[in-house]
């Protein structure tokens, strides 16, 4: 079974601080994800990774980057946390880049923005 | 505006009854829909997934219907168990992009004992 683990469950953060959100998958998955889940909003894609340091603008990615330097590890950065970055951060992976491969998804990561 | 809408939050549901989730979407480029069960402290795992040139997809006791003419997909699930309970979410891919899933907001489902 493909495994992607994010390495905190829980997170509080002051605003303004430099947050770092880790994600490994042990599958050797192509393509990396991270969303944001929001009550009432669904799952909303922030960055996609297709490939070791590459990366693609998702449908929110102000206010984040990312950092993929090794092909089984992804990286969310809020550069500068704001109160609005509050929210539940998933990230998945995929086999391939086909738009109909299944994700494979973390447990998440509540952040708390105070 | 959200192209993948699920209108009901939550839905409660006799252990053993039919369980219907539904789901509209507004794009009609979307040509490939999913869904995924989400239970607390855990992620998202994908249920079962359709193709817009099929209209119905069964996976044991999971069936996708899928109605083009009316943008709208319904997940049944029959019989309801109680390890069915979980939020459940719609997502839907569009022809013209290589990997955007678009999700719905969930439907938390209570299947009762």
């Known amino acids: 079974d493909v495994k992607v683990t994010q390495s905190s469950r829980y997170l509080v953060k002051r605003t303004g601080e430099k947050v770092f959100l880790e994600c490994v998958q042990d599958?050797?998955?192509?393509?990396m994800f991270w969303y944001r889940q929001d009550p009432g909003l669904g799952l909303r894609l922030i960055y996609f990774?297709?490939?070791?340091?590459?990366?693609e603008k998702g449908d929110i990615p102000e206010g984040y980057s990312v950092s993929r330097e090794k092909k089984e590890r992804f990286s969310l950065i809020l550069e500068s946390a704001s109160t609005n970055q509050t929210s539940m951060y998933l990230c998945?992976?995929?086999?391939?880049?086909?738009?109909?491969?299944?994700?494979?998804f973390g447990s998440g990561t509540q952040l708390s923005v105070l | 505006d959200q192209q993948v809408k699920q209108n009901s939050p939550s839905l409660s549901v006799q252990e053993g009854r039919i369980s219907i989730l539904n789901c509209d979407y507004t794009?009609?480029?979307?040509?490939?829909f999913l869904w995924y069960k989400k239970y607390p402290a855990e992620g998202p795992t994908f249920l079962i997934s359709?193709?817009?040139?099929?209209d119905k997809n069964e996976d044991g006791r999971f069936t996708v219907f899928l109605n083009k003419s009316a943008k709208h997909l319904s997940l049944h699930i029959v019989p309801s168990q109680p390890g069915d309970s979980a939020v459940y979410f719609c997502?839907?891919?569009?022809?013209?992009?290589?990997?955007?899933?678009?999700f719905g907001s969930g439907t938390r489902l209570l299947v009762r004992p």
């Open positions: 990774s297709y490939d070791v340091k590459m990366k």
């Open positions: 359709i193709s817009s040139i099929k």
């Open positions: 794009n009609s480029m979307f040509d490939y």
């Open positions: 998945a992976s995929s086999l391939s880049g086909g738009r109909r491969e299944k994700l494979f």
């Open positions: 599958m050797d998955h192509e393509n």
């Open positions: 997502a839907a891919s569009a022809m013209d992009s290589s990997y955007k899933l678009i």
